[in-house]
Nanobody, 126 residues
Framework: QVQLVESGGGLVQAGGSLRLSCAGS????????VGWFRQAPGKEREFVAV????????YYADSVKGRFTISRDVAENTVYLQMNSLKPEDTAVYYC???????????????????WGHGTQVTVSS
């Protein structure tokens, strides 16, 4: 019932910034919490940040806290990830995911009610 499309990835220098967008569609998309995850080659998929359906609650992985900001434009059905002070270790494919329960996203639990986009590549050069 939910379709997600990520955009905004690219190549940046260390210390630079990018803003990723996750465009959602579906009648009930605004009721879903949305999280950002990332995966580097040969690595496990890693939790980055999550935001509640209303945008009132956010949580971040320790590795990005203070550098990344997740936000939500409910009217536009879009979730953003503003990434500042980027580091080479941030290089990965970034995915957005939607779930009816924020906590499942925060702890990385998959469920029958989650949805995933196909990712956008972020590359940070040193």
């Amino acid at each position: 019932q939910v379709q997600l499309v990520e955009s905004g990835g690219g190549l940046v220098q260390a210390g630079g910034s990018l803003r990723l967008s996750c465009a959602g569609s579906g009648r009930n998309f605004h009721y879903y919490a949305v999280g950002w995850f990332r995966q580097a080659p040969g690595k496990e998929r890693e939790f980055v940040a999550v935001i509640s359906w209303s945008g009132g609650s956010t949580y971040y992985a320790d590795s990005v806290k203070g550098r990344f900001t997740i936000s939500r434009d409910v009217a536009e059905n879009t979730v953003y990830l503003q990434m500042n002070s980027l580091k080479p270790e941030d290089t990965a494919v970034y995915y957005c995911a939607a779930d009816a329960l924020l906590e499942r996203l925060r702890v990385g639990l998959r469920s029958s009610d989650d949805y995933w986009g196909h990712g956008t590549q972020v590359t940070v050069s040193s």
